[in-house]
């Protein structure tokens, strides 16, 4: 550690790039043998779970660094961010988050203060579930924050069926179990035709 101390790196971002879009943090904390898998925010590969935000702040704490989280903008929900504050921020006994952070050892809270909504979610093929057309310019399409707060609608035409985790075109093929879902489900409201 004494090597990446030295190099002088005082900010890290976590989990960074288009993988931030897409990332699950609750799927990312406790024992790793629990933890699910994550999905791949530009080709949408599936991912593994082995560095999860407990893991970067003790990379963080060793460094003498900070840290900016960034929120997930295309797949959860602002109260999935609220709870992920709570979680690295909230004193324990004021937030079942803060006590969860505790029973996986780190009872102090982590003190995060530099957070991000999205990996760049102005840029037209980071739209996600909030645009259809991925050619659209930076700029052109301010409901894509509105959506994010509030929800909304997004009709998509010919949208393919994928896993969880997996939202590449071979997993559109079906192996003939019955987890297929659209490829950008959120709680939020859609409306899909096929």
């Not at 979680?87 to 050892?105: C, F, I, Q």
Request: charged content about 25%; hydrophobic content about 30%.
């Amino acid at each position: 550690m004494a090597n990446a101390r030295s190099t002088g790196v005082s900010m890290l971002r976590y989990p960074g790039g288009t993988v931030a879009n897409t990332f699950r943090w609750k799927r990312a904390i406790g024992p790793r043998e629990d933890r699910r898998c994550q999905t791949g925010g530009g080709d949408g590969a599936p991912l593994d779970s082995t560095i999860g935000p407990d893991e970067h702040m003790a990379l963080v704490e060793q460094m003498g660094a900070e840290t900016t989280m960034v929120v997930n903008f295309a797949t959860a929900t602002p109260q999935e961010a609220a709870d992920w504050v709570s979680y690295m921020n909230a004193p324990v006994g004021t937030s079942p988050w803060a006590d969860l952070r505790a029973e996986h050892g780190h009872p102090e809270p982590y003190g995060v203060t530099w957070w991000e909504v999205g990996n760049e979610p102005d840029v037209g093929d980071q739209a996600y579930w909030m645009e259809q057309d991925a050619s659209i310019l930076p700029g052109e399409h301010p409901e894509r924050a509105h959506k994010y707060a509030h929800g909304g609608t997004t009709e998509f035409t010919d949208q393919p069926l994928t896993t969880d985790c997996d939202r590449r075109a071979d997993a559109q093929i079906s192996d003939g179990s019955p987890t297929r879902s659209a490829r950008w489900p959120t709680p939020r409201s859609h409306r899909i035709r096929g």
